[in-house]
């Protein structure tokens, strides 16, 4: 059990108590893993994100945290809330909700001032992280005048300069060119091969070989459905199809029908 960081049991969600989001649902999360949560818009991906971070808590059902409890009472303990913040980096969707001081700067240390951290850390993480990134020329500028790619970096600099131990990455890919899309993949790579647990939202299927070792596939009626090593997900067509991930096209060729499938660039904004 020292390895398990997550443990979810029969955990239901719903918004104000008449939306359902999440129904009935069971995951363990160990150290180290690469996680992938994939599903058409509408899944519950988010939602589940929003729970691991103890932003929502279930109506039913138990979640543990590193063999704690994760529920209300338990964030009313000031060493419980900080100790958990200071261990699980969230990275949102929208950059937006996450980005607020005036500039690149402030924001990148806001974080680790908060926390108390050590100065003379705190400075040498930020110089390497403003380095991996390229946002060295940002860091006067106010976030809000940034492009969706330079946001979404500023946004995983405030989130790795506390140097969690598990990354909760809500589409972190979504909307950004292939480049700054491929820096982004490298530096979580590298990030979980030094150690941190890293779990992902994504509907993005190019991108889930490399940045998961297990995939769970959520449903339309919220449940999981399946989990697995990534590739045996991958090659479950007929899964994908039934789950809305990818469908199906007939092409003709030289008069002949062929069949091929196609992911689904169904954007999430929903939960």
């Known amino acids: 059990m020292a390895n398990v960081i ?38 519950g991906k988010s939602t589940l994100l ?29 060493a419980f809330s ?31 001032l908060a926390l108390g951290e050590d100065k003379v850390e705190t400075r040498r993480r930020f110089e390497q992280l403003i380095d991996t990134l390229g946002i060295e020329e940002l860091l006067d500028r106010s976030p809000h005048q940034l492009s ?6 500023v946004a995983i ?10 990354l909760l990455l809500d589409e972190p890919t979504a909307g950004l060119d292939p480049l700054t899309a491929r820096h982004i993949i490298d530096l979580l790579v590298r990030e979980n091969a030094s150690g941190k647990t890293i779990i992902t939202s994504t509907h993005d299927l190019h991108i889930v070989e490399e940045i998961a070792d297990t995939v769970s596939v959520f449903s339309r009626d919220k449940k999981l459905v399946k989990s697995g090593p990534s590739l045996e997900i991958l ?35 929903t939960h």
């Open 6 to 43: 997550f443990e979810l049991k029969d955990v239901h969600f719903s918004y104000m108590g008449k939306y359902p989001a999440l129904s009935g649902i069971d995951m363990t999360i160990d150290k180290g893993e690469k996680r992938a949560i994939i599903g058409a818009n509408g899944s």
């Open 148 to 153: 969706i790619g330079e946001k979404r970096k």
């Open 235 to 269: 090659k479950d067509i007929e899964l994908l199809q039934t789950h809305n991930l990818v469908h199906i096209h007939a092409h003709r060729h030289d008069g002949r029908s062929h069949v091929h499938s196609h992911e689904h660039p169904n954007h999430e904004h």
């Open 82 to 112: 900080r100790d958990f913040r200071r261990r699980i980096g969230f990275l949102f969707q929208n950059p937006d909700v996450q980005l607020f001081c005036p500039s690149v700067k402030e924001e990148i240390l806001f974080g680790p």
């Open 157 to 166: 600099a405030s989130t790795l300069i506390i140097d969690p131990e598990v």
């Open 50 to 78: 929003h729970l691991l971070d103890g932003l929502l808590f279930p109506g039913r059902g138990t979640i543990t945290a590193f063999g704690k409890d994760v529920n209300e009472r338990a964030f009313s303990d000031q």
